[in-house]
């Protein structure tokens, strides 16, 4: 279970680097104890003042038994000048995990408790070093498989998202004042301005919101990644394409009928998108119970996934079995992909009225190319690759950004009428304020904002 965020003063501890062996491995202690404990694992820092920010060589050593465990480089960060604004030790030593988890073991003998996911990051937003657009780039950041998710992260980072809301925040923040003048004093405020209200609430704050998720339409995928399914019959070269995609065999390839059973899925980047490219078992009439079990493990892949490339055989003619394929896939977003264009066509799609399909050669190579280019463009329906700086929000953000913008709308509409309902105007743009709070962390409930960490790895 998650700490909760009412325990940010315990002191904490985790590996900082990637689990497995490495060179160094860095252990990131955080809270009002770090410097006590960080003094007690390395009691060389007792014999001399500590200089914060400056890493020095030292043993590592068990306070209780006086063994030294490792040897190290540490450096100490006095708050608020640290990544979490609280006092904080990094102690760099190797790679094993052995060396880690008994490093991390006496951090906990002395008090600190094992970090929760994201901790760290969760704490630097809480102490106002990021916000929360800035601390979920920073897991995406952590977290990014192409080009492209690092760059879309360093422009959140940079607080692209928090400068591209503020406008917005402050038109309805001053929208709100106004209404709960005329609540609160009615007397003495001026009337709602009404439709001169309306249109400033209009153009300060729907017409940003509205444009900013705009820009997202057809883009999810750039940021987000996406699952790409690759199915047909049994024998359609569904494995074949996957490794040539892969660059690798990683999925067995066999003459024999079912040599898939299972859901096999690898990361890759297809036309500047990372995605996760699975082999699926071939679908038909099952011959046994495992190829029945790959089936249906098969089919709840492709119900599931962003995109599904349907594979058919160009060498052989049109099957029952294809034919169901392609009937299963209809209603879903796919391509259509001939293999084997490098052997002698035995139908032409054109003649059986399957609209536009992609000619490729699995073994070849030929088309791959384009089929990784038609990927890209399907998955983000022919919009263009975000360019630097150009914000795109998230999943989260996109869903809380259209909450508060019907909210915003709805207000404004309720402006624009004769004699304008200041209580419900003012339930919406209190609404529409929380909605933006979601997104960067003003005002966020509690478990919004462990619900964003819970996704961090631990140690960041």
């Known amino acids: ?43 060389w820092t007792a014999r001399r003042p500590i200089i914060p920010r400056r890493m020095e060589l030292g043993l590592v ?16 960060f006095r708050g608020p000048h640290s990544y979490t604004t609280e006092d904080s030790v990094e102690i760099h030593c190797h790679g094993g995990s052995a060396c880690v988890w008994r490093v991390i073991g006496l951090a906990q003998a002395q008090g600190c408790r094992l970090a929760g996911p994201g901790e760290f990051t969760m704490r630097a ?6 916000d929360l657009t800035q601390a979920e780039a920073v897991g995406r950041l952590a977290a990014a498989q192409s080009d492209i998710e690092a760059r ?6 940079a607080g692209g998202l928090g400068r591209a809301l503020g406008p917005a925040r402050q038109a309805i923040v001053a929208a709100a004042a106004s209404v709960e003048a005329a609540i609160d004093f ?41 699952k790409v399914a690759i199915c047909g019959r049994p024998n359609v070269g569904k494995s074949s394409l996957f490794n040539a995609l892969l660059g690798r065999q990683r999925a067995i390839v066999s003459e024999r009928p079912g040599a898939t059973r299972d859901v096999v899925d690898e990361v890759l980047i297809l036309g500047g998108v990372a995605c996760r490219l699975a082999d699926t078992a071939g679908l038909g009439p099952a011959a ?48 259509l992909v001939v293999n084997k264009a490098d052997l002698p066509p035995a139908w032409q799609p054109s003649a059986l009225g399957l609209g536009p399909t992609l000619a490729i050669s699995a073994t070849s190579g030929l088309g791959l190319n384009e089929l990784a280019r038609a990927v890209a463009e399907a998955l983000c329906q022919g919009a263009a690759e975000p360019a630097p700086g150009e914000v795109v929000v998230n999943a989260r953000q996109r869903a809380a950004l259209g909450r508060g913008l019907a909210l915003v709308r709805r207000a404004v509409a309720e402006l624009g009428r004769p004699e304008p309902r200041a209580e419900l105007i003012s339930l919406d743009l209190a609404g529409a304020l929380a909605a933006l709070g979601e997104v960067d962390g003003q005002g966020a409930p509690d478990e919004v904002i462990e619900a964003v960490f819970s996704t961090f790895c631990v140690g960041k």
Request: net charge negative; charged share 20%.
């Open 1 to 43: 279970m998650r700490p909760s965020i009412m325990a940010a003063q315990d002191t904490i501890v985790a590996r900082a680097t990637a689990a497995g062996a490495g060179g160094v491995a860095i252990v990131r202690l955080s809270g009002p104890r770090s410097w006590a404990v960080g003094r007690a694992l390395l009691p």
């Open 61 to 76: 050593v068990d306070p209780a038994s006086g063994e030294a465990v490792d040897q190290a480089l540490a450096v100490f």
């Open 125 to 130: 937003m809480l102490g106002g070093r990021l």
């Open 152 to 157: 879309l992260a360093m422009t959140m980072l």
């Open 186 to 226: 009615p007397d003495d405020a001026p009337e709602l301005a009404g439709p001169a209200q309306a249109t400033a609430l209009e153009d300060g704050a729907a017409r940003p919101l509205a444009a900013l998720l705009a820009g997202t339409v057809g883009r999810a995928a750039y940021w987000e990644g996406a």
């Open 288 to 335: 046994d119970e495992l190829d029945r079990l790959g089936q249906e493990r098969a089919t709840s892949f492709l119900a599931d996934c962003d995109l599904a490339l349907v594979l058919l055989d160009g060498s052989r003619p049109l099957t029952s079995a294809d034919h169901a394929v392609l009937a299963l896939c209809q209603d879903r977003p796919r391509l």
